[in-house]
């Protein structure tokens, strides 16, 4: 199946900074992508959809101005924690589509970053 | 988006068939059903795909009645290795969003020696 990348897959960063995480589509172009985060022994919860050239949507309850996201090219997310706080330590997790498929389009997501906020 | 309802968890043995039911009464004429395997601290890993009937890779097969208000991940002879979170995604593949899927609670499946 695609690839999707991201990283740093963890970071450690002092209360108060901000930390940018990046997810790529390795072999395939992405128009949109997808930010979730999980808690521990949650579910994936969607955080905003990202789409190139465009401002993202974000989902009720996210702060737009917290959770920076920028999709410059068709393989390239950003999301950038702005200001962080412990309660932000948490696993976040991008996903692209893929038009390839044969029976389908189909979602894959990167292997997730680890954010642990002092 | 249609909503999920699968079993909280499950116990089987090696080299046994284990069957994951999720139940999506209210699926829409364009939904496809998606199912996916994650392990602590990884991301989702795709697991199989289908719109109706029976769908079959290698390394499962997914069953889906004709009214596809429910499907059945079928593992065939597990293992210790298949220890993981199983969720049940359903949306329309083909639309601009898609993607933006809401994730139930999975079904935690735990293989015992």
């Known amino acids: 199946g695609a690839v999707v990348s991201q990283h740093p897959s963890w970071v450690i960063c002092k209360s108060g900074t901000s930390v940018k995480i990046e997810c790529r589509s390795l072999d395939f172009q992405a128009t949109t992508m997808f930010w979730y985060r999980q808690f521990p022994k949650q579910s994936l919860m969607l955080m905003a959809t990202s789409n190139e050239g465009s401002k993202a949507t974000y989902e009720q309850g996210v702060e737009k101005d917290k959770f920076l996201i920028n999709h410059a090219s068709l393989t390239l997310s950003t999301l950038t924690v702005t200001s962080a706080h412990p309660e932000d330590s948490s696993f976040y997790i991008c996903?692209?589509?893929?038009?390839?498929?044969?029976?389908?389009?189909?979602?894959?997501f990167g292997p997730g970053t680890r954010l642990t906020v002092l | 988006l249609a909503k999920t309802t699968q079993p909280i968890s499950m116990d089987s043995y090696e080299g046994q068939e284990v069957n994951i039911t999720c139940s999506h009464n209210n699926i829409a004429t364009n939904d496809y059903i998606t199912w996916y395997q994650q392990f602590p601290s990884q991301g989702p890993r795709f697991i199989i795909q289908?719109?109706?009937t029976k769908v079959t890779n290698e390394v499962a097969s997914l069953f889906i009645p004709a009214d596809r208000k429910s499907s059945t991940l079928s593992l065939p002879r597990v293992s210790l290795s298949d220890t993981a979170v199983y969720y049940c995604?359903?949306?329309?593949?083909?639309?601009?969003?898609?993607?933006?899927?809401?994730f139930g609670d999975g079904t935690t499946l735990t293989v015992k020696p």
């Open positions: 996903s692209a589509r893929d038009l390839r498929g044969q029976g389908g389009p189909e979602q894959f």
């Open positions: 995604l359903v949306g329309d593949l083909f639309r601009a969003n898609a993607g933006k899927s809401t």
């Open positions: 289908g719109y109706k």
